[in-house]
């Protein structure tokens, strides 16, 4: 089904912009609409790309390739996602390598159940074209400790699994609006933590990237880091990022959201300056589970 979903997609982009736009438009923060070949100049002069997906459209799944394929054209690439966790960075590395096969990476790591239709062709392109594959987040249940114990929860655990996790203490600002409307979507009912589990997350996702991207840069000065996470962890700047520039200032990030609208032909003010480049697409788009 999804092949045949992004075959449709990809019919939808040759027939040209008028065809495109019954599908999705991309604009710029401030609303503006912008064109694919103007996004990805701006995007390949970017150290991070923090692509944030809805994790069951396929205008994100299929553009997540796009523009890996686009950049990868002009600048070099690391990817890296928060569908695949650290622990399974090493079993990621044997089937890069070609150690071993598809089947055996299915069964040795854990993953997401739309892994087949929507993240192994990002895992395919970096295999076949030799691109490093950060496997970035936290452990699940490190983050579910945090929900249930608070940041205090990590503290005991033995030092090789601390190394699956964002260099404790962590930074966290709860007034953050992201972490903020966690809060608010709790009703103040013991959801103190669920912001934490969160920023958990966060945290971890940014110190695999700074790291991944801190080893190369020191001999190339044209690498390009994409990772791809939901939005609700990169949009508004905030989440990833915020952890990103507390390790980093210095260096150019840019974001993608993805937003689904009624009317793509405008952007909602709700969803202005979610991003550098917002995604909008067609909320009758057919979804991928």
């Given at each position: 089904?999804?092949?045949?979903?992004?075959?449709?997609?990809?019919?939808?982009?040759?027939?040209?912009?008028?065809?495109?736009?019954?599908?999705?438009?991309?604009?710029?923060?401030?609303?503006?609409?912008?064109?694919?070949?103007?996004?990805?100049?701006?995007?390949?002069?970017?150290?991070?790309?923090?692509?944030?997906?809805?994790?069951?459209?396929?205008?994100?799944?299929?553009?997540?390739?796009?523009?890996?394929?686009?950049?990868?054209?002009?600048?070099?690439?690391?990817?890296?996602?928060?569908?695949?966790?650290?622990?399974?960075?090493?079993?990621?590395?044997?089937?890069?390598?070609?150690?071993?096969?598809?089947?055996?990476?299915?069964?040795?790591?854990?993953?997401?159940?739309?892994?087949?239709?929507?993240?192994?062709?990002?895992?395919?392109?970096?295999?076949?074209?030799?691109?490093?594959?950060?496997?970035?987040?936290?452990?699940?249940?490190?983050?579910?400790?945090?929900?249930?114990?608070?940041?205090?929860?990590?503290?005991?655990?033995?030092?090789?699994?601390?190394?699956?996790?964002?260099?404790?203490?962590?930074?966290?600002?709860?007034?953050?609006?992201?972490?903020?409307?966690?809060?608010?979507?709790?009703?103040?009912?013991?959801?103190?933590?669920?912001?934490?589990?969160?920023?958990?997350?966060?945290?971890?996702?940014?110190?695999?990237?700074?790291?991944?991207?801190?080893?190369?840069?020191?001999?190339?000065?044209?690498?390009?880091?994409?990772?791809?996470?939901?939005?609700?962890?990169?949009?508004?700047?905030?989440?990833?990022?915020?952890?990103?520039?507390?390790?980093?200032?210095?260096?150019?990030?840019?974001?993608?959201?993805?937003?689904?609208?009624?009317?793509?032909?405008?952007?909602?003010?709700?969803?202005k300056g979610k991003a550098d480049f917002i995604i909008c697409v067609d909320e009758d788009m057919t979804t991928t589970?």
């Amino acid at each position: 089904m999804i092949k045949n979903i992004l075959l449709g997609l990809a019919v939808v982009i040759s027939l040209g912009i008028k065809a495109q736009e019954k599908a999705f438009v991309i604009y710029n923060a401030k609303g503006k609409k912008v064109s694919y070949k103007k996004m990805i100049k701006v995007l390949s002069k970017s150290d991070v790309v923090l692509f944030g997906e809805l994790h069951n459209n396929p205008i994100s799944h299929w553009l997540e390739l796009e523009v890996a394929k686009s950049i990868d054209k002009k600048r070099n690439l690391i990817l890296g996602a928060e569908m695949i966790e650290r622990d399974n960075q090493e079993v990621l590395n044997d089937y890069l390598s070609g150690k071993i096969d598809a089947k055996k990476f299915d069964s040795l790591a854990h993953l997401w159940n739309n892994y087949d239709t929507d993240y192994k062709p990002l895992v395919d392109y970096a295999k076949e074209n030799k691109i490093d594959f950060v496997a970035a987040n936290v452990v699940r249940k490190y983050a579910s400790m945090v929900y249930k114990g608070d940041f205090k929860a990590l503290d005991s655990l033995p030092e090789a699994e601390k190394k699956l996790i964002a260099k404790l203490p962590i930074a966290y600002d709860k007034n953050l609006p992201g972490y903020q409307k966690m809060l608010e979507m709790m009703g103040g009912h013991g959801g103190e933590t669920f912001p934490k589990a969160q920023a958990i997350k966060d945290a971890t996702m940014a110190e695999s990237i700074f790291k991944a991207y801190e080893k190369p840069i020191k001999n190339q000065s044209d690498v390009t880091f994409i990772h791809y996470n939901g939005a609700y962890h990169s949009d508004n700047y905030e989440g990833i990022l915020w952890y990103l520039k507390k390790w980093n200032e210095t260096l150019n990030y840019k974001t993608i959201t993805t937003v689904s609208q009624e009317n793509i032909k405008k952007l909602l003010e709700e969803n202005k300056g979610k991003a550098d480049f917002i995604i909008c697409v067609d909320e009758d788009m057919t979804t991928t589970y």
